[in-house]
């Protein structure tokens, strides 16, 4: 069954960088592109960026373009998300997803890490 | 970016009632629209995608519908776990945005 597992929650000071894995089981990794979505404390789903699995491609929103990095290691099926100049308001739950096929619905989700920034 | 708009941002609501929620696009999406179910502390729950076709596993109360710019998804018969928050999520664009959400609770 599908499935995947995120790396635990993370406390970081304003301007330091923070890095998210998200280990898949269950299916072939290359074959779904995953994608990366942060909840600020009672807030909506804000989606970051994509990672094609296969070849690597990434796409990010405007709004983290400069910050955030999407890579993978195909070998270890797992997919990072790295936010660097952290500031107060990134604090969040950070969650990777997997796209499906040319409708590219979000299917499995992780369970989320919590970052938290504060000095 | 593609902008979807939910209404309403809340709602009360009894066990048994019928629910809908609405999402709008700030460009046709065509029948790019999916469903999301959030309950709190939990990761999101796929329910429709491709504006109306129900996930697998989920009940069959809930239903979506609508293409271009205006969606709608419906819950007959509300049940005590359907108590959560919902999302609207575009993928007709590589840059992918959610709506910002309709929190359900109990009236």
């Known amino acids: 069954q599908v499935h995947f597992v995120q790396s635990g929650a993370e406390v970081k000071k304003p301007g330091a960088s923070v890095k998210v894995s998200c280990k898949a089981s269950g299916y072939t990794f290359t074959s779904h592109d995953i994608h990366w979505v942060r909840q600020a404390p009672g807030q909506s789903l804000e989606w970051m960026a994509w990672?094609?699995?296969?070849?690597?491609?990434?796409q990010s929103s405007k709004k983290f373009q400069s910050r955030v990095t999407i890579t993978r290691d195909t070998s270890a099926s797992t997919a990072y998300m790295e936010l660097d100049s952290l500031r107060s308001e990134d604090t969040a739950v950070y969650y990777c997803?997997?796209?499906?096929?040319?409708?590219?619905?979000?299917?499995?989700w992780g369970q989320g890490t919590l970052v938290t920034v504060s000095s | 970016d593609i902008q979807l708009t939910q209404s309403p941002s809340s709602l009360s609501a009894s066990v048994g009632d019928r629910v809908t929620i609405t999402c709008r696009a700030s460009q046709s999406i065509s029948r790019s629209l999916n469903w999301y179910q959030q309950s709190p502390g939990k990761a999101p729950k796929l329910l429709i995608y491709?504006?109306?076709h129900l996930q697998s596993g989920v009940p069959s109360r809930f239903s979506g519908s609508g293409s271009g710019t205006d969606f709608t998804l419906t819950i007959s018969g509300l049940q005590p776990e359907d108590f959560a928050s919902y999302y609207c999520?575009?993928?007709?664009?590589?840059?992918?945005?959610f709506g910002q959400g309709t929190k359900v609770e109990i009236k």
């Open positions: 990672i094609n699995a296969g070849n690597g491609d990434t």
């Open positions: 491709a504006a109306s």
């Open positions: 997803a997997r796209s499906v096929g040319a409708t590219q619905y979000f299917d499995f």
């Open positions: 999520q575009q993928s007709y664009s590589t840059l992918r945005t």
